[in-house]
């Protein structure tokens, strides 16, 4: 049986939720300026305040493919890459992202998570408010920072969200 929930406002899960969600678009600015640091195009980074990691195929320049591990991880073993991660956490700070913490990070620290074969699937509003279905008691595991509400007001408010991003 299908579970709706909506996040409950003025909880620490909302707040850092919604800090996360006004924090993510600065992070166009770091793809921009480490692309600009390394003179490629980067528009693929793990968005990670404490280690660098791109998508090392978007690199055509011998000398920074040289920089980064095949998975992506700067390499620190050089000058120009430790150079390169001051130049990185300089800009994380800059953009006022070094409190950043990915989504998924904040979910686990709350609760708000499926275990195996559970299925859970949620969206963002405009508000950024967060509204969940789930086959499992979302409000019960997280301790009350969900609240529970019908399918009929989830799909509405989905059907609602839809037609303001037309």
């Not at 408010?129 to 008691?137: H, M, R, S």
Request: charged share 35%; hydrophobic share 35%.
């Amino acid at each position: 049986m299908k579970q709706c929930f909506k996040i409950k406002r003025g909880t620490n899960y909302d707040k850092a939720i919604k800090k996360h969600l006004e924090q993510r678009p600065l992070w166009k600015n770091v793809f921009a300026k480490i692309g600009a640091l390394l003179n490629e195009n980067i528009t693929e980074m793990a968005l990670v305040v404490d280690e660098l990691w791109i998508n090392t195929n978007q690199l055509t320049r011998d000398e920074n493919k040289k920089l980064f591990n095949k998975n992506g991880k700067l390499k620190s073993n050089t000058k120009r890459a430790r150079e390169i991660m001051d130049a990185y956490k300089k800009i994380i700070a800059d953009e006022g992202l070094t409190d950043f913490q990915g989504l998924q990070t904040i979910n686990f620290m709350y609760g708000v998570m499926m275990l195996q074969g559970q299925h859970l699937e949620s969206f963002v509003t405009s508000e950024n408010d967060i509204y969940y279905k789930t086959d499992f008691n979302l409000e019960e595991r997280t301790k009350g920072l969900v609240e529970s509400i019908t399918e009929i007001e989830y799909e509405e408010k989905y059907l609602e969200e839809l037609k303001k991003r037309k």
